[in-house]
């Protein structure tokens, strides 16, 4: 049975809580914890160039995660805060076994597969990327 409204509104629901996720991310690197303190921290997992990658990841996830909620570039930014995701699983987590209480890849993981989701299932009609798609029509 197909139902399509079921399934757009589950889509807008799945990227409005991912985004919002990102952003509050975002948010806290930048203005509460510091993108200074946030580079210290990621200097001492040995994250390459902290400094930049501490910013990077602060505006990827601020930008990226509104990108997601409103539904514009929804596929493309998916997959590049994926590799975000999985890239601090790698980084961080991974060493650390799977439960997210002793610091383990759960949390990371569950990102990267439900931005993959998106990948693969599109924004849904609930977006800004089909709003846009029917003017170009």
Do not use: C, K
């Not at 946030?38 to 509104?66: N, R």
């Not at 993981?109 to 693969?120: A, R, W």
């Amino acid at each position: 049975m197909d139902r399509p409204a079921v399934r757009d509104a589950a889509l807008l629901i799945f990227r409005a809580v991912l985004g919002l996720v990102f952003v509050a991310h975002g948010v806290d690197r930048i203005f509460f914890t510091g993108i200074s303190a946030t580079a210290a921290q990621f200097a001492q997992w040995s994250i390459p160039q902290p400094g930049i990658s501490a910013w990077l990841a602060a505006v990827l996830e601020m930008v990226g995660g509104s990108l997601l909620v409103i539904g514009l570039l929804t596929t493309a930014v998916a997959g590049v805060l994926a590799l975000l995701a999985a890239a601090a699983g790698y980084f961080v987590h991974f060493d650390n076994g799977i439960f997210y209480g002793h610091g383990g890849f759960e949390y990371p993981l569950v990102l990267t597969v439900s931005l993959l989701m998106i990948v693969v299932f599109g924004a849904g009609r609930a977006s800004l990327d089909e709003v846009l798609s029917r003017v170009e029509s």
